[in-house]
Structure formats: C-alpha cells, structure tokens
C-alpha cells in the first residue's frame, strides 16, 4: 500500500490508473478503523481494480465543544488494517495540505436535508461533511465510492449532491456492521466504559421494537417513537430522537399517506454517559 500525504503525490500515483483505463473506487474515513470499514474496502475491490481510502478528521464537520481534537487517532494501527485489506493507496494529508487557505467555498445542503435529525442537534454538520466529500472526490477521481449505512442521513446528502452536482461517480451505500450483540460498530464506541458498553446494545433492541411494531401491523408512528424514547431514558440514555422516516427523503410520513413500510427506516441518536450514538434500521 503506498501512503500519499499530498494531493499532488496522490493524482501522480493514480495517473497510471487511469492511463490503464482501471476503475477507481474510494472509501473515505476520519481513521480509527473498525471491522465496519474495513468491510467497506473490501467490498470496494468488487467494483475496481483500485482501491483508494483516505483518512481525514474534518474540523469542518465538528461544532465547537465537540470532540475534534479527542477524536481516537491510530494512524499506524490503521495502516496496518488497510495493508491487511488489500488496499492499494492511502490518502493521508494534513489540514494544512487540505485546507491550506480557508475553506470558504463551501456546500450547501438544502434546509430540509440538513437540518433535520442530526443536523437538528449538529448544525453545520453536512455542510462540513458535504464540503469534504466534494473536495476528496475531486481530488481522487473515483468512478466508485463507498459508504456505510450507519450514517443514513450522511448517504442521503452524498448521494443527493452526486446527483444535484453531476458527479460521474456511483454511490454504493453498505449495510451496517455490528457486534455479536448488535451495537452498530462506530469509531465512538471505544469511548464508552465497561458498564456502558454491556448497556449500548440497548439502542438496537429499541430500534428493533419499532420496526417490529410496524411489521406487524402499527401505524401510530408518534407513540411507537415516544415509546422508544421513554424506554432509553428509564435505563439512564438521553435521547434526541427517536424518529420513524421515509427512506427517499427522511421527511415524517404523514397520517393520510399510504407509505409501504418497507419505504421507512427508524433513526436513533442518544448520549450513554458522555458518549453520543446513533443507529438506524431499515423496515
């Protein structure tokens, strides 16, 4: 695996790629990488002959009093991952190679995608994920790029600016990887303690509630979201959402709208202690 810090020694490695007329596919990370990622990039070789992954945490994305500078960096720990996985280059820059100036041109995700959900509760968060995303595809070139569905709302805004901004490049989005328990595998997760750890799978089982609830046949969205909620909180969780959407365009169902269910997916963002999750799944 060759290891790129700059743009410029990237474009140069991948010139030879592109020349050869091989398929590049990409798979952008922040590090401190998980069974979840590393799933992403070998799925990523069934659909190139080239596989790029960067690793970049992205002060844009983070609001003030975040955990910017406590996100878990384990740069040679992951490089030994990425080696391990068949990876063919590594895009490792800096901020200063990144965002040598200010990055004032910006992407701006339409209100109603962004400011829902997490954007609700992370405000300028998509925007700071949108920008990124635009700017490592522009300067990787992929045909192919892949993304986990841990983070649905995140696809939607990728997928919506590839679409709205002609991207030629295919979005392939990747079921959630979990732990034998079912606690969805997040890079967070490590900041959990012993206790909270036993506690997280707790998430998922809620969320399977809700769909099973809908499954079988309950339509009163609000009560099953309440319901979900209240359980998290008597265990010591603080939600900030617990929320039934359509798939498309994560707006509410409403009442007089013929949804199928499999048209839904329920969404989930909690704090255990002083750790935030989130979760989704699919109806």
Known sequence: ?????????????????????????????????????IALMTEARAHAEVVVASIFVNRLQF?????????????????????????????????A?????????????PPEQQSILEGEFRPGHFRGVATVVAKLFNIVQPQV?????KDFQQVM??????REMAFSIDIIDSPTIRANDGLALSSRNGYLSAEERAEAPRLARELK???TAIRGGNRDYSSLES???????????????????????LQSPSAHESVLVENLVVLAAAKLGSTRLIDNMEV
């Open 227 to 249: 319901a979900a909620k209240q359980a998290l909180t008597a265990h010591g969780w603080v939600p900030d959402y617990v929320a039934i959407r359509r798939k498309s365009d």
């Open 157 to 162: 805004v990728i997928k919506n600016m590839v």
């Open 1 to 37: 695996m060759q290891v790129h810090p700059t743009i410029a020694g990237l474009r140069t490695a991948l010139q030879q790629a592109t020349q050869a007329g091989q398929k590049i596919a990409f798979v952008p990370t922040m590090g401190n990488l998980h069974d979840g990622h």
């Open 97 to 109: 190679e990144m965002y040598p100036q200010p990055q004032q041109y910006q992407i701006e995700p």
């Open 145 to 149: 790029a892949l993304f986990g569905k």
């Open 63 to 95: 609001r003030p009093g975040e955990d910017f500078d406590a996100y878990p960096r384990t740069f040679e720990a992951d490089c030994a991952r990425l080696r391990a996985a068949g990876v063919d280059h590594l895009f490792a820059p800096d901020e």
């Open 209 to 211: 509630k809700v769909v």
